[in-house]
């Protein structure tokens, strides 16, 4: 039977400690390509992290141990003391990065959600959060290049928090950073406004991408395929630009599952259906996707990262003054020689 201090041997072993890291990386770079929205929040990786955490805990308590006990003889050099102390921020540093991880892998969240311009969410609804706010998208807008290019996403958004109201602008590479939670700009799409005089759903107005539309009086039904934003014969189903210069509705026309035809409709263009049927798409309504995160380690993390860096900072400050000093004895043994 294993012992209590063979085990804590293994754990705290420098060698265990580069085999986690040598799995972690592997697999961590595995699950980017395989899953990279929920492999870091599964329980394998969350399992591989706690081991890495204990093993590094134990080489800290070890340093720190035999820190204590040389510095208690009073015999210990001033060189010894700045390896030792640059080694336990190392040490210290990942542990905090560890923990940070940890503790974000096992709390932290990231889900994307659909808002539509004018719509609004409630956080505590889809994330975990001491301080729930409400956020409504009140604009969304794409600023495009002179060729059509779009060169910036833009959640305009309102956050109300009690008898609180701010205003706020996300976009690429800019989020919004409010009570713990952080929303990025994404993507986003279009959903499309309908009328007609027959919808089986009377209080169906926007339509999605590839859903279908039911009437009444009829078995027909409209699929609207694909929203264009500006159509080019040449680009086929594909957009020239994404900006609106001639915008499109491609869309089928269906009995049951046979497809009777394909069309390419304009805004405000009445389609006939059947017989006292027709539907018009008359503009659409833009909707962004925001990815709402929490992060509740990122501070354990960033202080570790300091600790890290001032870890390295100083040892190479103490390599370099050793350096030096060899340099200077061994110039200084030179010339005594000569002399």
């Known amino acids: 039977m ?3 201090k063979q085990v804590y041997d293994f754990l705290s072993a420098m060698k265990t400690g580069i085999f986690l890291l040598m799995i972690i990386g592997l697999i961590s770079a595995i699950g980017t390509v395989i899953n990279p929205n929920h492999f870091f929040h599964t329980t394998y990786f969350k ?11 134990f080489c800290t308590i070890n340093q720190v141990s035999k820190f204590i006990k040389v510095v208690s003889k009073g015999k210990s050099k001033k060189a010894y003391l700045s390896r ?5 921020m190392l040490h210290l540093g990942i542990v905090l990065i560890l923990v940070g991880g940890i503790v974000n892998a096992y709390n932290g969240q990231s889900l994307n959600i659909k808002i539509v311009q ?3 969410i409630n956080t505590a609804d889809i994330i975990n959060t001491k301080n729930p706010f409400s956020l409504t998208v009140n604009k969304f807008v794409i600023d495009f290049y002179d060729d059509g290019s779009p060169s910036q996403y833009i959640s305009e958004v ?6 609180k109201l701010n205003h706020y602008s996300i976009s690429v590479n800019h989020p919004l950073k409010y009570q713990g939670i952080k929303a990025y700009q994404h993507s986003y799409g279009y959903m499309v406004k309908v009328f007609s005089n027959d919808l089986l759903d009377s209080e169906r107005s926007l339509v999605a991408e590839g859903q279908t539309l039911a009437f009444n009086n009829t078995t027909r039904t409209i699929n609207l395929y694909r929203y264009i934003p500006n159509y080019d014969m040449r680009y086929g189903m594909n957009s020239k630009t994404a900006r609106p210069d001639n915008p499109k509705i491609i869309y089928s026309l269906n009995e049951g599952e046979e497809m009777l035809g394909i069309g390419l409709a304009d805004f405000d263009e009445e389609i006939v259906v059947d017989d006292n049927t027709s539907l018009t798409f008359t503009s659409v309504t833009p909707y962004t996707v925001l990815t709402i995160k929490s992060d509740p380690g990122l501070w354990l993390a960033a202080i570790g990262s300091i600790l890290f860096m001032l870890g390295i900072c100083w040892f190479w400050l103490f390599v370099s003054q050793r350096n ?6 061994t110039q200084g043994g030179i010339n005594n020689g000569h002399n």
């Open 158 to 163: 309102s956050i109300k928090e009690k008898d």
């Open 118 to 120: 004018g719509d609004s």
């Open 324 to 329: 030096r000093k060899s340099g200077n004895t």
């Open 2 to 4: 294993l012992k209590i």
């Open 47 to 57: 399992a591989l992290l706690l081991l890495l955490f204990i093993n590094l805990g």
């Open 84 to 88: 030792q102390i640059s080694l336990l």
